[in-house]
């Protein structure tokens, strides 16, 4: 854990039922056109994206309407996003639905303002302030993009999944109504659940971890601890669905500050080459990537015995071992999936994911090192 860090976090996070009502007084201080960033689908069917219109232009804001988000976006639905932002002359961007909305936000206001391509932006240090401001709207509870300066696409001429990691990509207003993500599915609910969770240890994992980020990911996580489950059994409960939105927020929050470890690293990879759903995958390698480190940090993991309610033994490695077994009997408990071949990996696929994971910054955030040789038994032994 870095004692020497830096903490920036420069959202306005409005956060409560009902507070979809603001998005127009609040949007309206920022400019006078939207470029409204969301799904084809569910947040239409939902009624969702008629609400946020009516109250755009309620408050005098016009909204051109981009509906063509699908899962794991790609830089083409971006940068063609950007290029209708562009010409229609709008002055901030709203991400509405889940993460893949809220980063197609992000990337979209990146390239409507600099020009070019998404892939030019890819990386760090390659965007400036002149960015357009970014409202964020998230219906489901998982990604945390709304806390954070990352935005994740997908290339599919090189099947790359990658991240623009910018100060300027954070957005200006987080709007968090936990009423939106009542309508969430059994199967969204657990996969944006365990990014969340996964969010929130990796985090705490993290070579760069710092004091401020730990407070975050281990609030993050008793609330995972207390609602997820919940959560699945009954989504009408606005308490679950609350504490679930807290903790993706400050999991966003904490990962915004220390980053992610191999369990991100080996995710991006999979869904880059396979396509996989984010969360189900970062999911399924979670408890293996925490089993992989105890070696090295066990008094790490131990340290989350009390954000799992655990009793503890003053053994490390015994109570660390136990935070492990929790994570692994909640995986059971909302009948999650154990092993990559649940998403579709095949052990052919093993040596291109790690070829195209081993040299990403996740992986070098690890406690415990992966070489390629590591790498592919741990993927073997996970298949």
């Known amino acids: 854990m870095k004692q020497n860090f830096n903490y920036y976090m420069p959202v306005n996070i409005v956060f409560g039922e009902g507070k979809l009502q603001k998005v127009g007084s609040l949007t309206k201080e920022m400019g006078k056109k939207a470029f409204l960033v969301t799904g084809r689908k569910s947040m239409r069917q939902l009624g969702i994206t008629d609400r946020v219109v009516k109250l755009l232009e309620d408050n005098l804001v016009k909204v051109i309407l981009y509906d063509r988000i699908f899962s794991n976006p790609t830089v083409e639905v971006v940068d063609e996003g950007a290029k209708r932002a562009a010409k229609e002359g709008c002055d901030v961007i709203i991400g509405l639905g889940g993460g893949s909305a809220l980063d197609s936000a992000k990337g979209i206001a990146v390239v409507a303002a600099h020009g070019g391509s998404l892939w030019d932006y890819i990386g760090e240090g390659k965007v400036t302030e002149k960015t357009l401001p970014i409202v964020a709207i998230p219906t489901t509870a998982g990604t945390g993009s709304e806390t954070t300066p990352y935005s994740v696409f997908t290339n599919k001429e090189n099947l790359r999944k990658d991240a623009i990691n910018s100060p300027y990509t954070f957005p200006k207003i987080a709007i968090i109504d936990p009423t939106l993500m009542k309508s969430m599915s059994l199967q969204l609910t657990t996969d944006t659940g365990f990014d969340a969770l996964a969010h929130a240890v990796e985090a705490y994992l993290s070579s760069n971890a710092n004091p401020l980020s730990d407070i975050l990911a281990m609030k993050a996580i008793s609330f995972i601890n207390g609602s997820l489950v919940e959560a699945t059994k009954n989504g009408e409960n606005l308490g679950a669905r609350s504490n679930m939105a807290l903790a993706s927020t400050t999991a966003g929050m904490a990962i915004g500050q220390a980053g992610v470890v191999a369990g991100h690293g080996f995710g991006m990879s999979i869904g880059g080459i396979l396509d996989t ?35 503890t033994t003053g053994n490390i490695m015994e109570d660390a071992r136990k935070v492990i077994e929790t994570v692994k009997r909640i995986v059971k408990q909302v009948n999650f999936p154990t092993r990559l071949k ?22 070098a955030n690890n406690p415990r090192k992966f070489g390629s040789k590591e790498a592919r038994k741990f993927l073997e032994s996970i298949a």
């Open 277 to 311: 759903p984010h969360g189900r995958t970062v999911g399924i390698l979670l408890p293996h990537i925490m089993s992989y480190n105890l070696p090295e940090v066990p008094e790490r993991i131990a340290q989350l015995a009390g954000c799992f309610n655990l009793p």
């Open 342 to 363: 649940d998403i579709g990996v095949d052990e052919k696929d093993i040596p291109r994911i790690v070829e195209d994971c081993i040299d990403r910054s996740d992986m």
